[in-house]
């Protein structure tokens, strides 16, 4: 499909057109009017994949409006620090920024929904909860309260469980780990004995370098290469039980947002769906590439125990009970989530998994290989 065509088509059928053809010039570009905004990313032009995203939406938008609807893109640290994206939208630095909303759980913990919560859905179940249970509405009954209105803005797929520069067997082992992890995890984790950190992508390999963190999660494979984790914390460790999925978002200036044509706002909506296509698509291509490359280059694959799995989940739902306690807004949107979270790993173990295990046995058989050559 043509992607410049499809979101053009609708943008002009937000604008109520019948058929492109007979609309006339001068009446396209009084629909169209010129709007500049300024979107600062969460993330480095380095992770190309992730900081993509950003770059994609900027283009889908100009290519639809012949350049009438213009966003510029801005690394982290060109504007402002990485973990600041947010904050700057809410105080009109920008109108727009690409960001993972579990950065900012300080401010409120509800803030965590808009990107992952441990033990919760993968990318497939998020999607589907975003778009048609109601999620995107339920995130910006909330967001709009903060001045941002919420648009997904890719997805990662299930991350891993990050990297250790010594092995963990135990729920003992983790006491006193100094770790790099972000949003609600972190509170889980700590109920273990680890001391989570917070720090910006960039950050993370000379503070494992030097030994001020043992431990750092990040995405997966295709980034983690990028980033070298491998030659400092030589443990990679899975499942990253905290990011079933990881939606990134595109937070925008709620009074800009308002002020945009109602063709405008169709079409970012529409883009924010071709990136989170695209971003997921993307990774998930990459990722296998990458995960040999590593192991190759002395990366141990270790999975996380039964012991420490199960002591994450018991620790997560306390860590859901004391919020849910105390915050009428997370309880909202962690209801319907988790609601949906049961139909969807019913329907997903029935046809999915039963399928993925049959060809990922055939996979370690040596038997998914061209036939007739």
């Not at 609309?23 to 993509?52: E, H, N």
């Not at 982290?76 to 109108?95: H, I, K, N, Y």
């Not at 979270?341 to 038997?367: C, H, P, S």
Request: include cysteine; aromatic fraction near 12%.
């Amino acid at each position: 499909m043509d992607r410049r065509k499809f979101i053009r088509n609708t943008t002009v059928g937000a604008l109520g057109v019948a058929g492109a053809g007979t609309l006339a010039a001068p009446a396209i570009a009084q629909s169209m009017p010129k709007v500049q905004w300024r979107c600062t990313s969460s993330f480095p032009k380095s992770l190309d994949t992730i900081y993509g995203g950003a770059e994609d939406m900027a283009k889908f938008v100009r290519e639809a409006t012949d350049g009438n609807f213009d966003i510029q893109v801005f690394a982290a640290g060109e504007l402002v620090p990485g973990l600041q994206a947010a904050d700057a939208v809410t105080d009109g630095t920008v109108q727009m920024c690409h960001t993972a909303s579990y950065y900012y759980v300080g401010k409120n913990p509800t803030y965590a929904l808009g990107a992952t919560v441990p033990f919760t859905l993968n990318a497939r179940g998020l999607h589907a909860w975003l778009y048609y249970g109601g999620g995107i509405d339920l995130l910006n009954g909330f967001f709009n309260t903060e001045g941002l209105q919420y648009l997904p803005g890719g997805n990662t797929g299930t991350q891993m469980g990050g990297w250790f520069r010594k092995e963990i067997n135990t729920v003992q082992d983790l006491d006193g780990l100094k770790m790099r992890i972000a949003g609600l995890a972190g509170q889980a984790l700590q109920k273990l004995g680890v001391v989570p950190q917070q720090i910006a992508g960039g950050d993370i390999y000379p503070s494992l370098e030097k030994g001020v963190i043992d431990a750092a999660e990040w995405i997966g494979p295709y980034d983690d290469e990028k980033l070298g984790f491998y030659k400092v914390a030589p443990f990679y460790y899975y499942p990253g039980w905290w990011e079933g999925s990881l939606a990134l978002c595109f937070f925008t200036n709620k009074a800009e947002y308002d002020q945009l044509p109602d063709a405008y706002k169709s079409l970012l909506a529409t883009a924010s769906r071709a990136v989170t296509l695209e971003m997921l698509a993307e990774y998930d291509f990459k990722n296998p590439t990458a995960l040999k490359t590593l192991v190759q280059s002395g990366a141990q694959l270790r999975p996380f125990s039964q012991e420490i799995m199960q002591a994450s989940f018991d620790a997560t739902q306390e860590v859901y009970a004391e919020i849910n306690g105390s915050n009428p807004a997370f309880k909202k949107i962690y209801d319907s989530m988790v609601a949906y979270r049961n139909d969807t790993y019913l329907w997903q173990q029935v046809a999915e998994y039963t399928f993925d295990t049959f060809m990922m046995i055939k996979q370690r058989e040596g038997a998914l290989v061209p036939q007739g050559n």
